[in-house]
């Protein structure tokens, strides 16, 4: 059973940086291609970026291109997401994902972890 466990989150202000860290057991990441999500109060889960299996190529949704910044080591099976520049829109639960899956135009994953909440405010 694959299982992800985020830490890194908590307290930032406005113009800082916080990184977040995954690690995922019970299987290999190489594997699989692995990203991050966040949920906002009252806002839908989105997808903020992703990683392939390799590791190589990323993608970030244009709300947090050019701030954020993704890596993996498969060897750690490990997942990081470093966060630069934070806004107080980027408040939110965030999720490291396994198995992306994209239906159209919702991308959803096999597997979740339990949520870390990062909180920027002055």
């Known amino acids: 059973q694959v299982q992800l466990v985020e830490s890194g989150g908590g307290l930032v202000q406005p113009g800082g940086d916080l990184g977040l860290f995954c690690t995922l057991s019970?299987?290999?990441?190489?594997?699989?291609?692995m990203g991050w999500f966040r949920q906002a109060p009252g806002k839908e889960r989105e997808l903020v970026g992703s990683?392939?299996?390799?590791?190589?190529?990323?993608y970030f949704s244009d709300s947090v291109k050019g701030r954020f910044t993704m890596s993996k080591d498969n060897a750690r099976n490990t997942l990081w997401l470093q966060m630069s520049n934070l806004k107080p829109e980027d408040t939110a639960v965030y999720y490291c994902?396994?198995?992306?899956?994209?239906?159209?135009?919702?991308?959803?994953?096999?597997?979740w972890g339990q949520g870390t909440q990062v909180t920027v405010s002055s």
């Open positions: 994902a396994a198995g992306l899956k994209a239906y159209g135009a919702t991308v959803s994953a096999d597997y």
């Open positions: 019970g299987g290999m990441s190489s594997n699989f291609v």
């Open positions: 990683i392939d299996r390799k590791g190589g190529s990323t």
